[in-house]
């Protein structure tokens, strides 16, 4: 079974860039996947940042974006702020209408 | 405004069937390309897409998971129903529901409900 892979942690330091990535243990992901991009901090439902690899969801700061980076879907954090720091997931459809979240990445902000 | 909310046990017993409901208002599932999904989330760990219900009562299930879930509408209460049999102390997580809207997008969520499974 194709499992989604993302980086488990990752850091940045305040003002400085991030790529996470979302990628497949087999195979390559591309637009057919239409990734999701959720935030959420501890406690916290997830909030959807980026859909359909590279569309912003209403009132997300421009800082955040989706694209499509080699074989991997991947989020961009440009000018990181302290209150990025969180758990990010990417969600893929995987077709037949089922969709699935990958294993989440813990961004430190430091 | 968009709101839902679970309901069901906070505790089970290894074997036990799950029920839970997802009460919605806000939007009518009956409006083309709405969905719900739920999503579970053991403590500390990650999100785990579990069903899916259409507009159309399309329904669709985790790969893993598609022997022990089913999910069902009550158009008139606007409630959405999930059950999960044979439960084991693994699936002690929060569960939630969640709009999904014509953009495919999880846009709006239920505050989540807390199952622990244990004899």
């Known amino acids: 079974q194709t499992v989604v892979t993302q980086e488990p942690s990752l850091s940045v330091s305040p003002g400085g860039t991030v790529t996470l990535t979302c990628g497949l243990t087999s195979g390559s992901v591309s637009t057919s996947y239409y990734t999701n991009w959720y935030q959420q901090t501890p406690g916290q439902t997830p909030r959807t940042l980026i859909y359909s690899t590279n569309s912003r969801s209403s009132g997300v700061p421009n800082r955040f974006s989706g694209s499509i980076l080699g074989n991997k879907a991947a989020l961009t954090i440009t000018g990181a702020q302290a209150d990025d720091e969180s758990d990010y997931y990417c969600?893929?459809?995987?077709?037949?209408?089922?969709?699935?979240f990958g294993g989440g990445t813990k961004l430190t902000v430091l | 405004q968009v709101t839902l909310r679970e309901s069901g046990p906070a505790l089970v017993k290894p074997t036990q069937t799950l029920t839970l409901t997802c009460t919605f208002s806000?939007?009518?599932?009956?409006?083309?390309?709405?969905?719900v999904t739920w999503v579970r989330q053991p403590p500390g760990k990650a999100l785990e897409w579990l069903a899916r219900i259409d507009w159309d009562d399309d329904k669709f299930y985790s790969t893993s998971l598609r022997t022990r879930l089913t999910i069902s509408q009550d158009a008139s209460k606007n409630q959405v129903v999930l059950t999960m049999t044979n439960m084991d102390p693994v699936d002690t997580a929060t569960y939630y529901c969640?709009?999904?809207?014509?953009?495919?997008?999880?846009?709006?969520w239920g505050p989540g409900t807390l199952v622990a499974v244990s004899s």
């Open positions: 969600l893929l459809y995987m077709g037949s209408g089922i969709w699935v």
């Open positions: 969640a709009r999904q809207n014509w953009n495919d997008v999880l846009d709006s």
């Open positions: 806000g939007f009518s599932l009956s409006t083309n390309k709405m969905c």
